[in-house]
């Protein structure tokens, strides 16, 4: 058994919408976002765990809820056999350090108003990485791990590009020397011909530097590409994990099979679309009862709206939360 | 068959750059064709499609040349009042973002109801049955519900289907869709595009597809092409493009792209970026990022034919053998 770093334990996290007086008086019941609805799920020691999902099915949250930029409501995050929840002071600021996120959009999450230079000597700074000393030479040696120039450390985010500035957030990220590293959707901003060079970054410096990464992304090509292992969400939970080769060449639950089926060939010799799940995601306000892509599944019988699919053994490492062993891809 | 759509030497610029944004592009859409014009963002693409609506905001940009014959007249000849009865007529638009190309204020009713009275004499009534007819045939469920409902209260996919039901309301003869499924997730991307080929085939339009998605593409194209930092680089049948790819470029575009299927493999990369609208290089615009340029890049390359129907602007093709 690979020893598991960091692990999600049934977590489950809500948005409340605010109440007015009228809900109050009322006597309404709150209502809130249902983002992630128990999810377990294990990141081993050096591998790259891609969680993919639409819209609205609660990776981003989860990749929250795994730094701790979000608590969650129920369940708890392991980090290195301790509760990430009960972390305080120098502890948890370790943790921070230790792992770290990489945002999605390479504009909003870097300051405006501070150099690269400032970005990267804040974070040694803050974690007492380097003595002041030697902060410029870490942060040309940074600047040169993500084939920046050395000359980029005196410029504002705004000279980059947004390729660029993905570089700039990796270097952020890596300033604190993290085992971990949860990147949410990294490149889905950028181009296609720049994300090929930001994806391959990635994949060297994982070789280099031994890190353990969580690749949350909506792009199933890209999560193939980069992932030793992938977990498919739906609505706030995890509806398949399997082996990556496993998850595309056999995928087991109706989800997973409908986003292969609907994501484009490149090759106009195949033609084959079909759209493999009627209808669009259900409100996460107002949950389906039962298995929650029973309303979407071409599979559904008369279980599914009545009892909750456990994600159950499919073969080595693999398991699907269906009440159908192998259901079988539409024709 | 005779083009639909005729676009030639197509210029766009825009104030304070000293080269074009768009450069001399031309191409032609055929009645029941389907077009794809593919790139980066910045290509040009959209403007490409903004110009041809009449929809370009001027200033600070500026048709700088270049004619575009639809059904023998050129579009950039007309007066305002006949390019307003063609638009949303004889030649529809479907917009990226369906939340901010449909007015929030009015039901999805009332703006298709619009769109049919701008452009036919009838009576409130039979524009409310074409309404209807329309959300119907773009398989909104539930359509005489959603006839009275605002934009706010649809999904994604369902917003983007009432944009299809309002451009297709008049029967348009050309289509021009500026990436229709970018903003949609790839379950309800699939079932809009089905859609789109389904009432295509049906009704027998032109239709110009504008992608940044090279699945999109060949899912869906009979002919491609490729755009870079506003010039078309290279064009021609969809399968050519995708076996025989001969632009440097397509070639980059095509080898990023991660397989879902296969062994996987280090990703190819164009290194750099695409150039600014302030620093477009003069010559071959992809000279800078490209491993083969020489000297001579430092012309700029004619779109030359290098088999029926299949054109490239580079000096160095057909380059197949050398990118091995």
Sequence with gaps: MVEALLSAEDVSKDFAFPRSVVDLLRRRHVTAVHALNGVSLDVRRGETLGIVGESGCGKSTLARCLVRLHDCDRGRVVFDGTDIATLRGAARRRFNARVQMIFQDPYSSLNPRMSVRQILSEALRVHRMRPAGEIDGRIAELLEMVRLPADAADRHPHAFSGGQRQRIGIARALAVEPEVLVADELVSALDVSVQAQVVNLLLELQDRLDLTIVFVAHDLRLVRHISHRVAVMYLGKVVEVAPTEALFTDPRHPYTQALLAAAPEIDPGRRSRRAGARGELPSPIDLPPGCLFHTRCPHAFDRCPRDVPELGPRGPGHAAACHLDAPAPRP | ?324
Excluded: W
Aim: with cysteine.
């Design chain 2, 1 to 324: 068959m005779s083009a639909l759509l005729e676009v030639r030497d197509l210029s766009i610029a825009i104030a304070g750059a000293a080269r074009p944004l768009v450069d001399h592009v031309s191409f032609d859409v055929a009645a029941g064709e389907t077009l794809c014009i593919v790139g980066e963002s910045g290509c040009g693409k959209s403007l490409t499609a903004l110009a041809l609506m009449g929809l370009l905001s001027n200033p600070p940009l500026r048709r700088t040349g270049g004619t575009a014959r639809f059904r023998d007249r050129d579009l950039f000849e007309l007066p305002p009042r006949e390019l307003r009865d063609l638009r949303g007529g004889e030649m529809a638009m479907i917009f990226q973002e369906p939340m901010t190309s449909l007015n929030p204020a009015l039901t999805v009713g009332d703006q298709i109801v619009e769109a049919v009275r701008t452009h036919r004499a009838c009576s409130a009534a039979e524009a409310r049955d074409r309404a209807l007819e329309m959300l119907r045939r773009v398989r909104i469920p539930a359509p005489e519900k959603r006839l009275g409902e605002h934009p706010h209260a649809l999904s994604g996919g369902m917003r983007q289907r009432a944009m299809i039901a309002m451009a297709l309301a008049n029967d348009p003869a050309l289509l021009i869709a500026d990436e229709p499924t970018t903003a949609l997730d790839v379950t309800v991307q699939a079932q809009v595009l089905d859609l789109m080929v389904t009432l295509q085939r049906e009704s027998g339009a032109g239709m110009m597809l504008i992608t940044h998605d090279l699945g999109v593409v060949a899912g869906l194209a009979d002919r491609v092409a490729v755009m870079y930092a506003g010039r078309i680089v290279e064009t021609g049948p969809v399968a050519a493009i995708f076996d025989d790819p001969q632009h440097p470029y397509t070639l980059g575009l095509i080898r990023s792209i991660p397989a879902l299927s296969g062994e996987r493999r280090r990703l190819a990369t164009v290194p750099g970026t695409v150039p600014t609208a302030a620093a477009m290089p003069p010559g071959c615009r992809f000279a800078p990022r490209c491993p083969f340029a020489g000297p001579d890049c430092r012309a700029a390359p004619p779109l030359a034919e290098i088999t029926p129907g299949h054109r490239v602007a580079c000096h160095r093709a057909p380059i197949e053998e050398k990118a091995a």
